[in-house]
């Protein structure tokens, strides 16, 4: 059971460069989530997926698209990297209903944007 | 949206003592409040929760209490041990589907 899968672990991008991070769950969960984590900001929802076929903003959504591919897979795409976009990115999935919001997170992926 | 403060951030202790991290959150409509902690290199992982209709919840080394009236929680630690030296992140429910998390506290134990 490999839980939350991210690919890469690690990029490099020259400013206006595009690229897909990726993520995939096994565990059959409807939620999915994609944040970034910079020094001293915490965690900070960019995009959200509360179930396949339904995407919504998140706190800093500027700057990425976002692919709810199936119940399995949610991309994150930057289209044009800009240096303000080099951080940790943690992609998400959520178990539980009603109250109960129990995420679990992958790795993360680092990107650099130079 | 819920804005969730956490304080201090950064905390060193002494082996076998406790830790205290407290959060405070502003949106009284948020009903569940998670503790992730996150060692270096790897994501975020739950390792408490309290829903809003509990003031007190424990788990061997860890608890969590809540004030639901001031709109604050804590994490406590105690007995504190080397692999518990990481980030420790609280969060509380906003909307139907979100976590607000805090800045994250730096918990250092000191062998």
């Known amino acids: 059971n490999a839980g939350v899968t991210q690919t890469p672990k690690f990029q490099v991008l020259k400013t206006g460069q595009s690229m897909t991070l990726q993520c995939a769950q096994d565990?059959?969960?409807?939620?999915m989530y994609w944040y970034r984590q910079d020094p001293g900001m915490g965690l900070r929802l960019i995009y959200y997926?509360?179930?396949?076929?339904?995407?919504d903003k998140g706190e800093v959504p500027n700057g990425y698209n976002v692919s709810r591919l199936n119940k399995r897979e949610f991309s994150l795409r930057l289209e044009s990297a800009a240096p303000s976009q080099t951080s940790v990115y943690f992609c998400?999935?959520?178990?539980?209903?009603?109250?109960?919001?129990?995420?679990?997170f992958g790795a993360g992926t680092r990107l650099s944007v130079l | 949206g819920e804005n969730v403060e956490q304080h201090p951030s950064t905390l060193s202790v002494q082996e076998g003592d406790s830790a205290v991290i407290k959060c405070t959150y502003s949106?009284?409509?948020?009903?569940?409040f998670p503790w992730y902690k996150q060692e270096l290199g790897k994501g975020p992982q739950l390792i408490i929760d309290i829903r809003s209709n509990v003031g007190e919840k424990k788990d061997q080394r860890i608890a969590v209490t809540l004030n639901k009236t001031a709109k604050h929680f804590s994490l406590h630690i105690t007995e504190t041990q080397p692999e518990d030296s990481a980030v420790y992140f609280c969060?509380?429910?906003?909307?139907?589907?979100?976590?607000?998390f805090g800045k994250g506290n730096q918990v250092v134990v000191i062998p």
């Open positions: 565990m059959n969960h409807n939620s």
């Open positions: 997926s509360a179930s396949e076929g339904t995407t």
């Open positions: 998400a999935s959520r178990v539980g209903t009603g109250y109960k919001n129990i995420q679990y």
């Open positions: 949106d009284s409509a948020s009903n569940y």
């Open positions: 969060a509380a429910t906003y909307g139907n589907n979100r976590l607000a």
